[in-house]
């Protein structure tokens, strides 16, 4: 009866969250054309302004001359007048975004004891380290698989559509700054990543990844003191259950929450910014989907005709991610979803954290897809051994980073520099990140969660 009900109450919950999802459409699209429509037009007026400047600079040889001089201080002044009308713009849609930074700062809120308990009971059942080796074997050979070929079906797409050629652009001047700081290449910092210095800072910046290796260390750790680790098991457990009882109370907002959201980005971008962009976003959604084919068949080879029931029972966690532009948000209700589906406890909570450290899937695509359409769009050719290095390259940069906001254009910043491509052309991405990070969150849950049910069904704990 109780399982009946929840049944009930989720449905609603996914149709209160579309619901949410199309009213934010529609009152996002009458605020871009009414309520902050003097705002849009100012900031397009001195964005093309400032183009025409930039033409006109590069025009000039001598750069020392006191006309390069006074086009630069007119550039400057134009580029302030911009950010702050950007700032008004934001202040008047403020009320808006301010209900899904709530949400998403409460979710954020649940994630990291959510990861840490259910991976130590989860790590403490599996009973020894060779039984945490042999599951986070496979975990990973399925995530970098995973991973591999996201990254190369964006590599393919790109090379296939060559959405950069039509942009034509001339090379930026080295001194344009993006805002995006470039990700650490160094092992050593990737290293510092993954090892936390102190798991309570972990967790108040919500690394997961730390959180994982400190997870790791003690659930192994409660496992291997037998009777008196039952305690702790007992104690972590009935601690996740209640974090999974506040999860469902937070989720009560997620209607309201998607609703603001999606408001807010339609006000900010309008219609115009989908007809300049319509061919590379619809491109890449386009990979998406074929993504999404790849995982699901991939996935069914070792599920059979669960792969349908599983994306039934993922739905809301996906519509959540896609509305919100965050996989983290969509976390707790996956874990919840997961193991409704009959994968084990000790399985979910070892495979789903990790995912979101090494298996974002739509992230992936991202990266190749978005790297090559900057180095088209101001003609550079990259040959295929380069590009299959920048794919390596993106494979090792990307591990860890995931609880980074905008962690994909930091990976991509990194990248770029790495193969000389002009890091400015991420302007051109910038305009349009908010709508593209939609659908490669939606598309991180089905990874996470075709990953999950895969590694339950190869250890035999996935039930029915």
């Known amino acids: ?91 008047k849609l403020e009320p808006f975004s301010l209900v899904a930074d709530i949400f998403l700062r409460l979710i954020k809120m649940i994630v990291a004891p959510l990861v840490f308990t259910t991976l130590v009971v989860g790590v403490a059942r599996l009973g020894d380290m060779r039984a945490v080796g042999r599951i986070g074997g496979k975990t990973l050979l399925w995530f970098f698989s995973a991973s591999f070929i996201s990254l190369l079906l964006g590599m393919m797409l790109v090379n296939f559509f060559e959405p950069g050629t039509a942009m034509n652009l001339p090379m930026p001047t080295e001194d344009t700054d993006t805002g995006i700081k470039k990700a650490a290449l160094t092992l050593k910092d990737f290293l510092y990543h993954v090892f936390p210095t102190s798991v309570f800072d972990a967790m108040s910046k919500n690394e997961i990844l730390q959180i994982v290796v400190f997870s790791l260390f003690f659930g192994v750790g409660t496992a291997a003191i037998g009777e008196k680790g039952e305690i702790v098991i007992r104690a972590m457990d009935a601690i996740a259950h209640v974090i999974l009882k506040v999860t469902g109370y937070v989720m009560n907002l997620a209607p309201v929450a998607v609703f603001g959201a999606m408001a807010a980005i339609i006000a900010k971008q309008g219609l115009g910014i989908l007809s300049t962009y319509s061919i590379f976003i619809g491109e890449f959604y386009l990979g998406l989907l074929l993504l999404w084919i790849v995982l699901l068949l991939a996935g069914s080879l070792f599920i059979r005709r669960r792969i349908f029931n599983l994306m039934q029972r993922i739905r809301e966690p996906i519509i959540l991610a896609f509305s919100t532009s965050s996989s983290e948000a969509a976390f707790p209700k996956t874990l919840m979803e997961m193991e409704r589906f009959g994968c084990e406890n000790r399985i979910v909570s070892f495979v789903l954290p990790l995912g979101y450290s090494f298996n974002l899937d739509g992230s992936m695509m991202y990266m190749t897809f978005a790297s090559l359409f900057i180095a088209q769009s101001y003609g550079i050719h990259l040959d295929i051994a380069t590009q299959m290095s920048m794919l390596l390259v993106l494979m090792l940069t990307s591990k860890g980073i995931a609880g980074v906001p905008r962690a994909s254009l930091v990976v991509i910043a990194g990248t770029l520099a790495t193969f000389d491509i002009p890091e400015a052309g991420l302007a051109l991405l910038l305009g349009i990140d908010p709508l593209l990070d939609m659908g490669r969150s939606a598309t991180n849950v089905v990874g996470n969660s075709v990953a999950t049910a895969v590694v339950s069904k190869w250890e035999k704990a996935l039930h029915h």
């Open 1 to 91: 009866m109780a399982e009946i009900q929840e049944k009930k109450k989720g449905h609603r919950l996914t149709l209160y969250i579309l619901i949410g999802l199309v009213a934010g459409i529609l009152a996002g699209f009458w605020m871009n054309s009414v309520y902050v429509e003097t705002e849009n037009a100012q900031i397009a007026s001195a964005e093309s302004a400032i183009n025409v400047l930039q033409t006109k600079m590069k025009a000039l040889s001598d750069t020392s001359a006191s006309s390069y001089a006074g086009l630069r201080a007119e550039q400057e002044q134009l580029a302030a007048t911009k950010n702050e009308i950007l700032r008004s713009r934001d202040k």
